[in-house]
Structure formats: C-alpha cells, structure tokens
C-alpha cells in the first residue's frame, strides 16, 4: 500500500497543479480542458485502486465504475456539452472576472496553507499520508469556490461546482477508497442532471436577458 | 408498506404523461395520489407508534421510520395533500386566464410529484448518504418549478436556487464523506457505515474531531438547504418567484427535510461527545442569527410573498434554536413547531396565492381592501398573520413559548432575551407592513368573491387544525413527539 499512496500523492499535487491552471486561465475553452484534465487524473486514481484491489485482493471492487463512469461523464460528456453551449449561446471573452489573474493565485495559494494548517490540528490526520491526501482535496473544493465567486458568467459557475464535486470525490476515494456503491451512483446521478438542468437555464437565460452575465441579474435583492 | 410511499408519487408523476388533454383526469390523478400517500403514512405511523420502528431489510436496511422521521413524514404527506387539493383551484385558475398551457399544466403536475417523491425519500431513508442523494435531488426536481413562470424574474431566481443550494449541499458532502472516513476507520468497511442507527449505536469509537469538522460542514451544507442565515440568500427569491402551491411546500416541507439531515447528524455527534455543547453552541448562533435577519429584512420588503418567505428564515432559526439548546422541553417544542410551522405557512402561502390571482401583484402597497373581496381567504389570511406571529390560541405560540422557556431554564438568558426581542419586531414588522392590505377600498374593481370554491375550503382546514392543535394536542401527536424527542436526546 507503500507504493500505491505514493503514486497516489503524485496524482493528487497533479489534480491540485491543474485546479491553480484552471483558476489561472482566461478563456472558457481552456477552462473545459483543464477541467478535462482534472477529470482524466480523476479517473486515473480510480483506476489505480481498482487494479490494487484486482492484484493484491483478487477481487474486482465497485471503485472500477467510478472509473468508467468518470471517464464517461466528466472527461467526455460534460466538457462537450458544455463547449456546445458555450458555442451556442454567443460567447465572446474578455475580461469576465473580478479579481485578476496573479491575485487570484495568490489568494488559491493562500487557501492551500489554510487548509494545511487547519488540517494540521487534527491528531488523527498527522499520521502517513492521510493528512497530506486532505489537504490537497479540500483545497480543490475552496479553490473550486474560490473560482465560481470570482467568475461573471454562468458557465464558470458551472465550472466551478463540477471542480467543487471533483474535490469531494477525490477526498472519498483517496481516505476511505470510495464510499458505498449506491451512495456513489446517486451522486453521479445527481451531478448529470444537475449539470443538464444548469445547461437548460442557461439557455433560459440567454433567450430572456440576451446575455449570459450573472454578475448583471439584479432584479432581486434585498 | 415502505416502497408504497415511494411508488406512490413516482407513479403519479409518470402517469400524468399518458393524459392526453382532459384536466380533470389530471387533477384526480393528483389528489388521489397525495391522498393515498396521506392514508400509507398513517398507516406507517400507526406502525411506529406500536412497535418503535419500522426497518425494511432491503437494500442493508437503508429504509428505517421511527418517531422523529415518521413525524416528518406525517407533517410532509400532510401539507403535500392539503396543498395539492388547493394546487387544484389555483392551476385551474391560471389555466383558464391562458397563462399556462396544457403541456407546461401537465409538466407542472409531474414536477410537483417527482418534488413529493424526494422529499419522502429524504425522509425514510436512514442512510446519511442517500439522505444527501435526496436532498439534492429535491433541488432539482424543484428548480423548474421556481422558474415555472419562465419570466425573468423567475428564472434569475431558480438560477440562484439551484447554483446557491448545490454549492452548499457539496459541502454537506464532504461532511459526510469525513464522517464515513470516521466510521470507516474504527469500524471497518462496510454498507451499514453510513447507516444513522449503526453509527449512533458505535457513536463512541469516532473520532471525536473528525466529527466536529463532518458537522460543521453538514450545518453549513444542509443549513443552506434549510435557509438559515448567512447562507439563506436563495430562499426569498425562490418562495416569492414560484407558483403559490409551490412555495407552500418549499417552506412547509423541503425546509424541514434539510433540517432532519441536520438533526440525524448532530445526534451522532452528541453521543460521541457525551453532551451538546459544540453542536448546541453551533445551532443557537445561526438560529439566533437567522431570526435576527429576518427581523431587519422583514422591515424593508414591498412584496408581501417575500416577508413570508424571510418569515420561513426566522421559524427555521427557531426550530434550530430549540434543537440548540437540547433540553427535552427545547427539543419538544421544535418539534411541535416543525408541524405548526409547516401549516400556518402553507396556509399563508395558500392565502397569498389567492390574493395574487386577484390583484395580479405581488406589492403590498397596491393592495388594498382584501376583506372585502375576498372574506374567507382574507379573513383566513389576516389571522393567519396573527398565529405566524406568534398570537394565542393558535399553535405557534404554545411552541414559541415552549422554547423561551426552555432557554430560560437552561440559563442562555442572553438567547432568550434576543429571541424575544427579534419576535418582538418581527410582529411589529408584520403588522406595520401587511394589516393595510386587509381594510381601506381596492384601488380598481377586482369584482367581489373567491376565485373558486376548493381553495377556501382549504384554508378553512388548515385554520381549524392549527387553532385546535393550539389549545389541545392529540394524544397520538403527543405520544409521537415524546418518542421522537426520546430518540434526538436519547435517552
């Protein structure tokens, strides 16, 4: 298991390298292909447990539908879907964030050494790498919100939940080797039609303000 | 027994698609689908009140009633019935003035139960992580409904439900991952670590900060969820934007779902800890904090559907607050608010529905004279003002005063001196804001009588149930209650 938590740590400091190129990066294509990226090395932990559980144990675990259902969803369906919308629904980029590129790393750099330090208090997490695995999940989860308040436009936001999910997912496979089967599906489940019903409001969206900035729905407030 | 309840609104919900064009085979479809869903939960109850629980072994046993859900379940299948009867009046309405076609009338309806469908799952599952599934399940079968109106209010509204809600539930998520990485560690892998009643059996093997952390995260997750504040920011866009039946269910319904996640969790954590004093500090802020926002936001709204949504803020700060403070008064009496709560506001919302169709506005300044229009509904919704408030003999009070007494005898006088003082305003706000409506002369002739005669019946209903249980509780209610507080304070 020595082994396997290296590779795994590897794969992990990869996931949170491609969140800071996520959060650095200005248009909604390389926006999906980091996210495709995040997704792919996603699914590669998936598939590493899955083959230690074939070799060492003999026997084949649930966690390898992750892997498939990872591949499916999140590397090939959803960054498609979402490039078609952004196609469709007329999408010129300039600037569409508050807060500028090199603070914003500054301040994803900054949440990583909260989380460390947070992390850092609880006895049971300060032996092997458990600890290390947190830190490096959780920090994908705050800079996936990170991402979505600094964002102006509905698929960034939606960008950012799906980066936010990612982290959950990451944090359940590498401290527990995944959660029950079913618990899983329903997630997966969940997040599909969360992703459809957000694509259809976008568009709903775009037909009834002729644009896509959320930044300028302010009809209720208060 | 179990999967009926679960078949029940699924079924429903598909059967509306073979209906070809008559209305009325869809209205009878939907009420006799809540009201059997009524009928099998009093059955289930009935059930619990005799043997404790109710678990299925299907499925690792992840279906489990007893008390404290099975009284969920009764508040739920309850509203869900009288709503779907008022649903009726006010979708015919709306039909017959052509602002919905037939197929978004059909859609509507299937919606509505696919909606009931997750709530009751919520409800019957003991699973935390099928619990979390529902919850955010809800949100989805609920977003469309928000943005039924297909304006652009409505739809900036169900954009913020939906992106608001799934952020939040995410974290609740990761709470719960945290608490299974807990349990999986001293108890090993399998199915039943997810499982309440498994958990709170071997609540002394978790790790007692790990928990913490889980909790933190599920209040903040599921809390969004249940509109407490700071992160209730969705809730008064959504309430105010959906279609009438729909926001009563929201606030009589979905709130409570997210706050038996809550409750599930916190009993776990307090059995570990051996007290409640994490999680009751926890609970007591944010309710406090909760009621207090809605006490300021209440002041300064101009559209009467949205103080009752802020109204929803504050009632769910209360509940929390009384979970908070985990005396066996306090926990009763948030109890009996949750069922008292779940009524008054769906009648109010039943009310406000009517007054909309009438005056087609939802502004409080450009109404005027709603008693004379309209009686019943205004008379209904004028004391229905009073009993959210908190006047006697309605039921509120009896529960309202349950929890300040209990945060009196607790000795958190500062709680109980806030609590008072946010009540205080919160009354002055409803009355200073919304008792112009009911008097003076309507500005234009809106023509005097009710929309239609199912919806008063209604209202007349819920005001009845409310101002008996006021004064009198039903001895199977109270037994129910007991049980229930038994099982959060487990004793």
């Known amino acids: 298991m020595e082994e396997i938590a290296k590779i795994l740590n590897i794969i992990s400091i990869c996931i949170l390298i491609s969140t800071f190129s996520l959060v650095a990066s200005k248009r909604i294509l390389s926006y999906l292909n980091a996210f495709r990226i995040q997704s792919i090395l996603l699914a590669a932990v998936a598939a590493i447990y899955s083959v230690y559980y074939l070799v060492a144990e003999g026997k084949l675990e649930g966690i390898i539908i992750i892997f498939f259902m990872t591949v499916a969803l999140k590397v090939i369906y959803i960054p498609k879907m979402l490039k078609k919308i952004s196609l469709r629904v007329e999408y010129k980029v300039e600037k569409d964030f508050f807060i500028n590129i090199p603070i914003s790393i500054i301040i994803c750099c900054g949440l990583v050494v909260l989380t460390w330090f947070t992390v850092s208090k609880i006895p049971l997490m300060n032996n092997g790498y458990n600890g290390i695995f947190l830190v490096q999940s959780v920090s994908v989860i705050l800079m996936g919100l990170f991402f979505m308040i600094s964002r102006k436009k509905a698929i960034g936001q939606i960008i950012g939940l799906l980066v936010i999910e990612n982290g959950t997912f990451l944090t359940a496979m590498l401290l527990t080797s995944g959660m029950p089967m079913i618990v899983e599906f329903g997630i997966f489940f969940d997040l599909l039609t969360a992703v459809l019903i957000l694509g259809i409001f976008v568009f709903r969206i775009n037909e009834t303000f002729e644009h896509i900035d959320i930044n300028k729905l302010r009809n209720l407030r208060g | ?491």
């Not at chain 2, 499925?59 to 508040?75: P, S």
């Not at chain 2, 059909?106 to 997750?118: A, E, G, M, P, V």
């Not at chain 2, 009438?358 to 509904?377: A, F, H």
């Not at chain 2, 529960?399 to 109980?416: D, H, N, P, V």
């Open chain 2, 1 to 491: 027994m179990l999967f009926l309840l679960l078949l029940i609104p699924l079924a429903a919900s598909l059967l509306f698609w073979t209906v070809k064009s008559n209305r009325k085979v869809i209205n009878i479809i939907n009420i006799s689908g809540t009201s059997a869903l009524f009928a099998v939960s009093l059955f289930i109850l009935k059930e619990v009140l005799e043997h404790g629980k109710i678990t299925s072994n299907a499925l690792g046993g992840i279906f489990y009633i007893d008390a404290f859900n099975g009284l969920i379940l009764f508040t739920t299948t309850l509203v869900t019935l009288l709503v779907s009867i008022y649903s009726t009046g006010y979708m015919n309405t709306e039909y017959d003035r052509n602002i919905v076609n037939h197929s978004s009338f059909r859609l509507y309806y299937s919606l509505l139960h696919l909606f009931i469908f997750t709530m009751i799952l919520t409800t019957i599952t003991q699973n935390i992580g099928l619990m979390w599934i529902s919850i955010e399940a809800t949100t989805l079968a609920s977003a469309f409904l928000v943005g039924f109106y297909n304006n652009k209010k409505s739809i900036e509204a169900a954009w913020k439900y939906i992106i608001i809600c799934s952020v939040g539930i995410a974290f609740a998520l990761l709470g719960i991952v945290l608490l299974y990485y807990s349990a999986f560690n001293s108890l090993g892998n399998t199915l039943q670590c997810l499982n309440w009643q498994f958990l709170n059996d071997n609540a002394g093997t978790l790790h007692a900060n790990v928990l913490k952390i889980a909790f933190i995260f599920v209040v903040i997750g599921f809390g969004t969820k249940v509109g407490l504040a700071p992160m209730h920011t969705w809730l008064p866009d959504a309430h105010s934007q959906a279609p009438s039946p729909i926001s009563a269910l929201l606030s009589g319904v979905l709130l409570n779902t997210a706050m038996y996640g809550i409750i599930r969790v916190m009993t776990i954590v307090n059995k570990n800890a051996g007290n409640s004093l994490f999680t009751g500090r926890l609970m007591i802020i944010l309710g406090l904090l909760s009621v207090g926002f809605a006490a300021i936001f209440i002041l300064v709204q101009k559209d009467f559907k949205r103080i009752l949504a802020y109204s929803s803020i504050e009632h769910m700060g209360i509940i929390a607050l009384g979970f908070g403070i985990s005396s066996a008064l306090s926990i009763f009496a948030s109890l009996f608010h949750i069922i008292n709560h779940s009524l008054t506001k769906s009648m109010l919302f039943a009310a406000s529905g009517n007054v909309y169709l009438k005056y087609d506005t939802k502004k409080i300044s450009k109404i005027n004279g709603i008693i004379k229009v309209m009686p019943v509904t205004g008379t209904v919704f004028l004391l229905g003002l009073f009993a959210i408030t908190g006047m006697p003999p309605f039921s509120i009070f009896t529960s309202e005063l349950g929890i300040t007494i209990a945060a009196f005898k607790e000795a958190k006088y500062l709680a109980a001196g806030l609590l008072l003082l946010f009540l205080t305003l919160i009354f002055a706000g409803f009355t200073s804001q919304m008792l112009g409506m009911f008097f003076g002369k309507p500005h234009k002739d809106h023509g005097i009588g009710e929309l239609n005669r199912i919806t008063p019946v209604v209202l007349l209903i819920i005001l009845a149930i409310i101002a008996v249980t006021g004064l009198y509780l039903p001895p199977f209610l109270e037994k129910l209650i007991n049980s229930a507080r038994d099982i959060i304070l487990q004793v």
